[in-house]
C-alpha cells in the first residue's frame, strides 16, 4: 500500500479489525519510509459495476460518491454513522447482486430515496430536493404533504 504522505510502495499492517457492520476490514498501517500512520479499509466487491447517466454518459461506480452524498442529506441529524454506513453497504450490495453491471443512476437514486424515507424524513426531503431538481418552495409543500399524509395512513 503506498504511503499517502511520502509516497513510499510498503507499508506494513499494524492492526486489522472488522468495522462495526462487518462489511470491511479496517486496517492501520505505518509507512516504512517515513514512519507515518494511515488507516485503509478493504471491502468485498461482488462485481465491477458501471453508471448510466441520464445524458446517456458511462462512469464506474463509485462507493465514495454515493457515501458523500447520503451523508450530506443526513448532515446535522441524530443518525448514527453506522446506520448511514449499513444504508450505503446495503444499496451498494443490492446493485452488485442485481445481475446487470450497467445501473442507471436513476435507479441508484431511488434506492436511496427509498433507504432515506426509513432513516430520517429531514434527510430524506433534503436529499430528493437535489435528485429530484426542486426549483421553488411548492416543490418542497409537495413532498412534506406526501410524507405527512403517507404517516396518517
Keep these: 500500500m503506498r504511503c499517502p504522505f511520502c509516497g513510499h510502495e ?12 462487518g462489511a470491511a476490514i479496517r486496517r492501520r498501517r505505518q509507512c ?8 485503509t479499509f478493504e471491502r468485498i466487491q461482488l462485481r465491477e459495476l458501471t453508471v448510466l447517466k441520464a445524458e446517456g454518459r458511462r462512469e464506474p461506480f463509485e462507493r465514495e460518491k ?17 446506520r ?8 451498494q450490495r ?4 442485481a445481475g446487470d453491471g450497467e445501473v442507471p ?13 426509513g432513516l430520517d424524513t429531514v434527510a430524506y ?19 412534506a404533504g406526501a410524507m405527512s399524509e403517507a404517516a396518517k395512513g
Design 94 to 97: 443490492q446493485l452488485e447482486t
Design 125 to 143: 426531503i433534503r436529499f430528493a430536493s437535489v435528485y429530484k431538481d426542486f426549483t421553488e418552495a411548492r416543490d418542497f409543500e409537495e413532498i
Design 32 to 39: 516504512e519510509g517515513c514512519a507515518a500512520r494511515f488507516t
Design 66 to 82: 454515493l457515501d458523500r452524498s447520503v451523508r450530506i442529506a443526513c448532515r446535522k441529524r441524530s443518525i448514527e454513522p453506522a
Design 84 to 91: 448511514i454506513e449499513k444504508l450505503v453497504s446495503g444499496i
Design 10 to 21: 510498503d507499508s506494513q499492517v499494524k492492526d486489522s479489525r472488522p468495522t462495526e457492520d
Design 105 to 117: 443512476s436513476k435507479r441508484i437514486g431511488e434506492m436511496v430515496m427509498d433507504g432515506l424515507k
